[in-house]
């Protein structure tokens, strides 16, 4: 199974360790799935990380401990189609590496735009709860 998780919730498993997010990050380490990310979401990764109100929450480098791990084990697209579906326009490069990736899930905690999408071109966007509940069911 192949996912893209969105930057916000690679954010929470560095804030939050033992959380859901942290969680989904170790199934990921198990190989319990593959993530798909893009050298955009890398891009983005680092510059939320390096945010005053993130940063000081972690240790920098576990967010370059991240970066590497995901250029080493994840699935990194290059380039992206340009789409235009979300409302926040920074949420687009997120759906789009989502399609070229041709993931089964999009994981996110963006209520205000993502979550509102609920699924688009048959990809579900869930939240890690909902993700995690549906992959213990999967997993049985």
């Not at 510059?47 to 576990?62: H, I």
């Not at 995901?70 to 789409?83: G, H, S, T």
Request: proline fraction near 5%.
């Amino acid at each position: 199974m192949r996912v893209v998780i969105d930057t916000n919730i690679l954010i929470s498993a560095l804030i939050s360790p033992g959380g859901l997010s942290d969680l989904l990050y170790q199934l990921w380490r198990a190989k319990k799935f593959d993530i798909v990310t893009s050298e955009w979401q890398l891009a983005e990764f680092r510059r939320v990380s390096r945010n005053p109100g993130v940063k000081d929450y972690f240790k920098p480098y576990t967010a370059g401990r991240l970066v590497g791990l995901l250029r080493k084990n994840a699935i990194v697209l290059d380039e992206l189609p340009e789409v235009d579906y979300s409302p926040d326009k920074d949420d687009n490069p997120i759906l789009a590496t989502a399609f070229e990736g041709d993931v089964q899930y999009l994981i996110t905690g963006d209520k205000n735009d993502l979550l509102e999408l609920e699924r688009v071109n048959g990809i579900p966007i869930v939240t890690v709860r909902q993700f995690i509940s549906q992959f213990v069911q999967l997993d049985n």
